[in-house]
C-alpha cells in the first residue's frame, strides 16, 4: 500500500505561482512513476505531468509546457509541482497518483494505483 498526501493547493491571483507537493509513504519501493492530474467541476480528470521515479524522466500536457515543473526529492520520498503563469484555466482540484507498474508516464488516469485526496488550487482574475 501507498498513502499519498498532497499540499500547497491555494487562491492566486492569474499570472502568479504555487509549488503543490505530494508526499508517499507506504511501500515506496513499489512505484514505478508518479502523476499529476486535474478535475475541474463538470470536466474528467485530466493528466497534467508525470515523473519516473527510477530516472526522474519527466513528461508534460501541451497545456502547461513551459510554466509547469515537475520534480522529485527521493530523500523526502515527495514529488513537487512547480506552477509559473497561471490562468483561469488551471483552476481545478489537483491529485496526485502513483503508478506501480508502467515503464513510462501513463496519461491515464486508469492506469494508477493510488490517490491522494486532492488539493484546489483556483486561479482568479
Known amino acids: 500500500q501507498v498513502q499519498l498526501v498532497e499540499s500547497g493547493g491555494r487562491l492566486v491571483q492569474v499570472g502568479g505561482s504555487l509549488r503543490l507537493a505530494c508526499t508517499a509513504s507506504g511501500r515506496i519501493s513499489i512505484m514505478s512513476a508518479m502523476g499529476w492530474f486535474r478535475q475541474a467541476p463538470g470536466k474528467e480528470r485530466q493528466f497534467v505531468s508525470g515523473i519516473r521515479w527510477s530516472d526522474g524522466s519527466t513528461y508534460y500536457t501541451d497545456s502547461v509546457k513551459g510554466r509547469f515543473t515537475i520534480s522529485r526529492d527521493n530523500a523526502k520520498n515527495t514529488v513537487y509541482l512547480q506552477m509559473n503563469s497561471l490562468k483561469p484555466e488551471d483552476t481545478a482540484v489537483y491529485y496526485c497518483?502513483?503508478?506501480?507498474?508502467?515503464?513510462?508516464?501513463?496519461?491515464?488516469?486508469?492506469?494508477?494505483?493510488?490517490w491522494g485526496q486532492g488539493t484546489q488550487v483556483t486561479v482568479s482574475s
Open positions: 497518483a502513483a503508478d506501480t507498474w508502467a515503464t513510462t508516464i501513463s496519461k491515464t488516469p486508469d492506469n494508477y494505483d493510488y
